[in-house]
Structures are given as C-alpha cells and as structure tokens.
C-alpha cells in the first residue's frame, strides 16, 4: 500500500514567532511618532493580534486586516495605505530573523525521505510568506498555501487536494497538525488519517472529532508511518 503525508507548517514545522505582529506593531509605531499620536505597543499587540486571527481564522485577506490594525492603533492618515501595501515584503524581508523549525522537524523529514514517503505542506496563510517559511527550515517539497489554492483547511476539498496530487485515495494520506479542529478534525471528515502533534499538552477539544493517532514528538511520526507500511505489506492470514 501507498501512502503520502500532509503537513501543517505553523506550529507543527516551525514558528515564526509572531513576526507579523511585529511588523504590524512597528509600523503602526512609526506612523504614530510622525502623527503626535500617542502609542501603547501592548495594546497595539492586542489590536494586531485581533486582527491576524481573523485572516487565520476568517480567511480574512492580510491587507484588509493590517488596514484596520492601522487604523486603530495608529490613527486615520494617507500613509496608511502605503503601509498596507509594503506589509508583505517587509514580513518576508525579516522572516529569517525569525523563522525557526520546531525540534526534530528536519530529521523527521530525513526519516520520511528514507522510508520513500512522498509529503507535502497544506497550510492556510498567504503567499509567498508560508512558502518562504517552508523555505527557510530546509523544506523542499510541495507547499499548497490556502491563498494561492483558493481553498482553506478545514474544508474538505482544501485536503482533497493532496489526493489529487500525490494520485492517492484519501484514505491512503496521513495528515499531521497540531490544531484539533482544523488540521485534526478537517482532515479526518475529508477522509485521511488525522495525527495530532500535541507538543504543547493541551487537552483535545470535547465534541470535536478525535484523531487517528496523537504523538508528542515528531520523532515520534515516521515509526508510526512505518508500521502502517510494514503492515501492509504483510501477507494476510489464510
């Protein structure tokens, strides 16, 4: 049996440690200062927090969001927009400051490439910043982002997608992630097997669709991986 596997990159990959929060921040900072406004960076944190959950969350297009991060933290001015429209490239200018894989991602990835698994990365979030990330700790597969493919995680074709791509049916894909409604539970109402990588010991939501398997570790995915293979490639009894 063939089986291929479907990565989430935040927080199951690597982090990039609220950079775009950051760059919100600064720039709303900077506006202010040339505006006489006065500035609180931790509740202009909070207003950019906001607003980055609704692209996440919503499918919220960055710029609207970014636009009203502004406008709250920062105040109404025509350099707004100018703002809006550099966010991009200055998030993707600073990403190597921040971007770091989470422990054990690229050897789990050698694990997967010695056990001849195909994989890739589904992930919702904007382009070209996911697949700078994925870019940055070394991947060198696939990387389907939410806006460049018009569908979000956890809607179904979002992960029919990976069948038509790695030519698997769905129940052949395993898919990894760390959010239990949206990597877990998508992906097992889509039909793949869904591994929740709970790292930060939280308890899985009530009512939401359980996982096919839970690991704590990422080495702990290519031995699971790998039973699945040396299962089935057992003869069954007679």
């Given amino acids: 049996m063939k089986i291929a596997v479907g990565l989430d990159f935040d927080r199951t990959l ?3 440690n609220k950079l775009e929060r950051v760059v919100g921040v600064d720039i709303a900072e900077h506006l202010a200062q040339t505006r006489g406004v006065p500035f609180d960076r931790d509740a202009a944190g ?4 906001e607003a980055l959950a609704a692209t996440r969350l919503a499918g919220m297009p960055i710029e609207t ?3 009203g991060a502004l406008l709250r ?3 109404p001015g025509p350099e707004n927009e100018d703002e809006v429209g550099r966010f991009r ?3 993707i200018e ?3 400051e921040f971007v770091r894989p989470l422990p054990g991602a690229k050897e789990m990835l050698s694990a997967l490439d010695a056990l001849g698994v195909r994989y890739a990365i589904l992930t919702n979030g904007w382009s070209p910043f996911q697949e700078e990330k994925a870019r940055l700790i070394g991947f060198r597969a696939p990387v389907y982002v939410s806006e460049r493919i018009g569908m979000r995680k956890p809607d179904r074709d979002a992960f029919a997608l990976l069948g038509r791509q790695f030519e698997l049916s769905l129940d052949a894909i395993w898919y990894l992630g760390n959010d239990a409604l949206v990597d ?3 992906a097992r109402a889509a039909g793949l097997v869904a591994v929740w990588f709970d790292w930060e010991n939280r308890t899985y939501p ?3 669709e359980p996982p096919n398997h839970v690991i704590h570790a990422l080495d702990e995915f290519p031995p699971l991986v790998q039973g699945q293979l040396t299962g089935a490639a057992k003869p069954s009894a007679q």
């Avoid at 909070?46 to 927090?49: E, L, Q, R, S």
């Fill in 94 to 96: 600073r990403a190597p």
């Fill in 89 to 91: 490239d200055q998030v």
């Fill in 65 to 67: 969001a970014i636009e």
């Fill in 14 to 16: 690597g982090v990039d």
């Fill in 46 to 49: 909070k207003i950019f927090d």
């Fill in 73 to 75: 933290a920062a105040g």
């Fill in 184 to 186: 877990c539970a998508g």
């Fill in 206 to 208: 009530a009512g939401v």
